[in-house]
């Protein structure tokens, strides 16, 4: 059945050059980064805060900025690093080039980068809809507690991870059958850190230490009955004495599919009180650990993808490219999760490898452009560069197409890519053709 409305009169209460859809790592820098070359921008977020994943879901490990010492993600994103390490909470200079975070620092760091950079932040905010005219975003279309209202735009950073606005503008996008699980993280309080020092040893080639005793002794109880399904974990120490963070509880779901994701986050919640007494059973370590913070949602790893001007392959990761619209550079491990086992496949990378601006415009899109979680990319190589730091870093990417499409007049099927890498270049972004084959 379906329920036909007349058509509503929706008031536009705003007008700019650029809005980004989704306040996550990509659109934090995003948002930067197109304010910052002179558009007037407004970011939008449901929540109440920014930081997407890494504060909603507590995914702290932001991965990963350096591969064998070589620095392959700077400017934009490594400022908000280095802002959330003067707040006292980020470790920025770990052999691995993961930067640990606190998820309270980063949000207010974040926040401070964007005012300072003079974006608009609309918080408490769903973005419901667009519309569009000759395949031009004109309007986002919002819901809030004042109603529902629109902003104009000439142009659209779709980074809320779902492609929320691709789909809504009627561009195509592409979902696997079975997606990686989604995961609720937990910090714990009270835990004798001491005793677990070795699992806050950094990553080796990029893989985290994994306690394989504790991993190990709830595999038993898992096939026992008496331990639900688990990935990890991976346990990495807070920036307080006796607290953890802990990658642990997941499970299978369509994130897309609120009814499927709320069952989700039902079975998650009631995982996350079974877990505890468990931990605090079975290892001295855990003895008189307490729940100190719950993701304020399970953490989403993927849903939709675009299909875009190009997608990046699992050959482009393992044996980069020089592509010449190269905008920004990935390095972390295919790191593929299972919904339904606590296996996972992980391919170590040796090298960095070069991610093409094609990746991040939907085809046939004017003046809409993607970051982040939603790319262009097939299964492995999304695996490796679905990942925070790199996802910033096509945040500052779009962002600054964003920019210059508005001031020159471009769609983003016909820009000067170019002129958008001197301009990435000049503001910090590394982008070299050092360790790849010819394109
Ligand atoms: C369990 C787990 C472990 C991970 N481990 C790591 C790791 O170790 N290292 C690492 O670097 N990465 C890790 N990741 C991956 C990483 O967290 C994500 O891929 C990354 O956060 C994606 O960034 P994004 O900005 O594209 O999307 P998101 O972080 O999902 O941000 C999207 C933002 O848009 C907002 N939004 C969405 N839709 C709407 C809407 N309609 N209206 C308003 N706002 C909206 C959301 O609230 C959110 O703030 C992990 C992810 C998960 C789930």
Known sequence: MTIIRESEAIPV??????IVCGGGPAGIIAAVAAARNGAKTLLIERYGFVGGMASSALVTPVSEFRIEGKQIIDGMPFELMKRTEALGGAITNLESGNVFIDDEALKLAAQRMLLESCVTLLYHTFIADCVTEEGRVTHVIVQNKAGRTAYGCKAVVDCTGDADIVRAAGFKTTKKETLQ??????????????????????????VMPISEEIR???????????????????????FH???????????????????DFTRAECVLREDLFKVIPILRQEFPAFKNCWLAKAGAQAGVRETFRIEGLYELTTDDVLNPKAFPDTVCKGAHVIDIHKPDSIEQVV?????????????LVPKDSVNVITAGRCVCADDAAFGSMRVMACCMAMGQAAGTAAAIAVE????????????????????????????????
């Open 408 to 439: 020159k007049g471009y769609a983003f099927t016909e820009m000067d890519t170019h002129l958008l890498v001197e301009t990435l270049k000049a503001q910090g972004a590394v982008i070299d053709f050092e360790n790849c084959e010819e394109s």
């Open 13 to 18: 209460v705003g007008s700019y050059d650029v």
């Open 181 to 206: 699980p989604a995961t609720l993280w937990m910090q714990l309080g009270g835990v004798d850190t001491d005793a677990i020092k070795p699992l806050f040893e950094d990553a080796v080639h990029g």
């Open 216 to 238: 190990g002794r709830l595999g038993e109880l898992n096939k026992e009955g008496k331990m639900p399904i688990f990935g990890g974990p991976w346990i990495s120490k807070q």
């Open 241 to 259: 004495d006796g607290m953890v963070t802990i990658n642990l509880l997941r499970t299978g779901t369509d994130a897309s599919s609120p009814e």
């Open 347 to 359: 391919v170590v990378l040796k090298k960095e490898y070069n991610i093409p601006y094609r990746v």
